[in-house]
T-cell receptor, first 115, second 115 residues
């Protein structure tokens, strides 16, 4: 079975600062993909970034980067130069071959950006 | 294409009534997923279709739940004899390829309240 653990229920950050959201995962499958989604109060899940288990470099997408440490089974999301619009719930998720094509999500971190 | 759409956005029903939700995926996507999200939790996988075939069902999907995807286009999720514990956000997602990196696009969800 696959599992995602997000240990930070809430984070408070000043605008323009960088923030790191923690994610650790557990799987016995050597082939997997890690995803981060943002969920604003409207409810829609918005894809942010993806990291494959065999990718040699950390993924980056604009202000988002993924700090992938395979040996530690961690996939932390880094948001640079935070903005007020970044306030939302953030979910880490894993997809594996053994788990078919479904995403297994963590419990999420609520990020609040203060002006 | 306007993305994944779900209808209705909100549904209030009395305990014991049947409800049906609809999901229209992105038109060229052959994979469709249903998730359930309760307050303060991450989404939990319910079921998954590839075209019209239902390939996997979670143990969360009791016999009161049924999902269909006729002709591999839109999908419906029906809950019979609703219970208060069914109150949740029901999310639909679609994706297009077998690649691990294929992001799942989510709809805005249907929020069900059972009174």
């Amino acid at each position: 079975a696959q599992k995602i653990t997000q240990t930070q229920p809430g984070m408070f950050v000043q605008e323009k600062e960088a923030v790191t959201l923690d994610c650790t995962y557990d799987t016995s499958d050597p082939s997997y993909g890690l995803f981060w989604y943002k969920q604003p109060s409207s409810g829609e899940m918005i894809f942010l970034i993806y990291q494959g288990s065999y990718d040699q470099q950390n993924a980056t997408e604009g202000r988002y980067s993924l700090n992938f440490q395979k040996a530690r089974k961690s996939a932390n999301l880094v948001i640079s130069a935070s903005q007020l619009g970044d306030s939302a719930m953030y979910f880490c998720a894993i997809r594996t071959v053994q788990g078919a094509q479904k995403l297994v999500f963590g419990q999420g971190t609520r990020l609040t950006i203060n002006p | 294409d306007t993305g994944v759409s779900q209808d209705p956005r909100h549904k209030i029903t009395k305990r014991g009534q049947n409800v049906t939700f609809r999901c229209d995926p992105i038109s060229e996507h052959n994979r469709l997923y249903w998730y359930r999200q309760t307050l303060g939790q991450g989404p939990e996988f319910l079921t998954y279709f590839q075209n019209e075939a239902q390939l996997e069902k979670s143990r969360l999907l009791s016999d009161r739940f049924s999902a269909e995807r006729p002709k591999g286009s839109f999908s419906t999720l029906e809950i019979q004899r609703t219970e208060q514990g069914d109150s949740a956000m029901y999310l639909c997602a679609s994706s297009s390829t077998d690649s691990f990196g294929a992001e799942a696009f989510f709809g805005q969800g249907t929020r069900l309240t059972v009174v």
